[in-house]
């Protein structure tokens, strides 16, 4: 009777002390609730704690996407991971996905944006199809999509949020979260009149375009100096770089954008540099084993690994009719190739026609070459597919890159990061969009060979797979930043940054600093 008695006094005492505290020293009590509520959340603990937050069910979030096809992919994975755990999603992006979003879970609703259904009209594509590829096609794309489609996109999301104040008024969070291509909330960021969230999260799929003392500017494509002098050439590649006629053309448009919709807080920050640090958060594809180091940064990053799954879903109707050679060559003792032609840059004669022409001889290896948006009997230029070769449109990188020993590719960041993740060394070429910083990261990490072209030549491309084939530092490079992967998971990082951003809500709320 008498242990019984003791018992019970262990777990009475306590409660009695929780009691107390919370009636006579109620933010010491809060306090003590926030540091213990990450290790007991779903736990039998919380019936006797509740958390002082509101539980993911009744936290709904926002994620936005640009309409295209290898964005929206990445951003949909991380509104799955998070739908899964509970939250109710509001996914937004261009009609065109529909129903792919609307398919994606449960708690995911999809909304359409403002405006245009795809990216660009069918004239639009036109047009763009009639640039020569380099820089005044970018230029105009990115003019395009992200400024052009700024004053819908602003609309889209400022209706959203006006819904959400009218049913929760201040009751809730209003989180918003964007891939950082996404270019509706910068207007209200800068000082333009609309809602601002209690908190936006950024969501970079491309290398961080962060400043930094320590770099050379987002797109140079140059590994950064050592050498006492470093700091100097840093510092002068940057004014080269701010006058630099198309990031000069880039940035004037985006700031009249910005003040045609209301922004006021100037000097505005550059649009690459802007993506990085208008959101108060930055969740960032990758590890930061695949960074430059920048001890000066200030912004608030994230890291949050690589994907768990890469690619468009297909069914085993879809593999090749050749799927088992690949198994049969390795059985054999042969290197299994693989090259790819991106989503924006489709042109087979850039990477895939050169790679198929400087391997074709080489009887060590198989090639899989795949062409993204064209079937192989369209593709000009082909011709015999040589006996060491196997091609097709499209094999997700789920099914294909574990079978992989190296990769040749133009550098896409999506790509890249799989391939880390599974510890394959790469040939990268690639110019355009971020492809010259990814590209200088393989480099600069050993993890593979990077040719500094858009459109190598065969004679460039087939020593570099030889090299990569016959020195075996790249691939241990490789395994060893594999490694790196495995400390992170996107759903629990995701997860553990929104709990963060909901509980300094909270805490704000509670000391009456929540804005009305």
């Known amino acids: 009777m008498a242990f019984i008695q003791r018992l019970l006094s262990l777990g009475f005492v306590p409660i009695v002390a929780l009691l107390a505290l919370q ?49 929206l992919e990445k951003i949909a994975a991380i509104a799955v991971e998070l739908a ?79 819904e959400f104040k009218e049913r929760y008024g201040n009751e809730k969070p209003l989180i918003f979260m964007a891939d950082q291509s996404f270019s509706g909330h910068w207007p209200v960021l800068l000082g333009a009149p609309g809602i601002r969230p209690n908190s936006t999260i950024g969501i970079s799929i491309a290398p961080l375009t962060l400043e930094s003392n320590h770099t050379y500017p987002f797109r140079s494509g140059k590994v950064p100096e050592t050498g006492p002098d470093a ?32 922004a006021t807080d100037e000097p505005f920050p550059s649009l690459m540099v802007g993506m990085n640090i208008l959101p108060d958060k930055l969740l960032q594809l990758g590890v930061p084993g695949f960074e430059f180091s ?23 109707q ?52 795949t062409f993204v948006t064209t079937e192989p009997e369209e593709v000009k230029g082909l011709g015999e597919v040589p006996a060491n070769t196997r091609v097709a449109k499209f094999v997700p990188y789920d099914l294909l890159l574990p079978m ?34 990814t590209n200088s990261l393989v480099e600069h990490t050993g993890v593979g060979l990077n040719l500094g072209k858009r459109a190598p030549s065969k004679e460039k491309i087939g020593p570099a797979v030889v090299k990569l084939i016959e020195d075996e530092s790249f691939k241990k490079n490789a395994a060893k930043l594999s490694k790196e992967y495995e400390n992170y998971d996107v759903g629990r990082v995701t997860d553990g940054l929104i709990r963060e951003v909901v509980r300094d809500w909270a805490k704000a709320k509670r000391a009456g600093k929540q804005e009305l």
């Open 294 to 316: 920048r001890p000066d940064a200030t912004q608030d990053v994230r890291y949050f690994g690589a994907f768990k799954t890469v690619g468009k879903s297909v069914d085993d």
């Open 404 to 437: 992989v020993d190296i990769l040749v590719s133009n550098g896409g960041y999506g790509a890249v990061q799989h391939c880390l993740r599974l510890g394959i060394p790469m040939v990268v070429s690639g110019l355009s969009q971020d492809k010259a910083t």
């Open 84 to 162: 899964s755990l509970g939250y109710p999603i509001t996914f937004l992006t261009g009609r065109i996905f529909e129903n792919h979003v609307s398919k994606l879970h449960p708690n995911i609703k999809f909304s359409a944006f403002l405006g245009l259904d795809d990216k660009l009209t069918a004239e639009d594509y036109a047009e763009w199809a009639r640039i020569p590829p380099g820089p005044e096609q970018e230029l105009w794309v990115m003019k395009k999509v992200l400024m052009d489609g700024m004053a819908d996109n602003q609309e889209t999301i400022q209706v959203q949020f006006r």
């Open 318 to 369: 879809k593999i090749p009719v050749w799927w088992d050679d690949i198994a049969n060559a390795k059985k054999a003792g042969k290197k299994i190739i693989a090259v790819s032609q991106g989503t924006v840059e489709t042109n087979p004669e850039d990477l895939v026609l050169p790679t198929i022409e400087a391997l074709k001889d080489r009887d060590d290896v198989l090639l899989v070459a």
């Open 23 to 71: 009636i006579f020293a109620p933010v010491q009590f809060h306090t003590f609730q926030e540091i213990i509520d990450p290790y007991i959340a779903n736990t039998p603990l919380s019936h006797f704690l509740p958390s002082t937050i509101p539980l993911r069910s009744e936290t709904p979030i926002f994620i936005a996407s640009v309409t295209h096809w290898s964005h």
């Open 231 to 262: 700091k100097e050439k840093h510092w002068k590649a940057y004014q080269d770089y701010r006058n630099d006629v198309f990031e000069k053309s880039l940035n004037n448009y985006y700031t009249e954008k910005l003040r045609e919709l209301g």
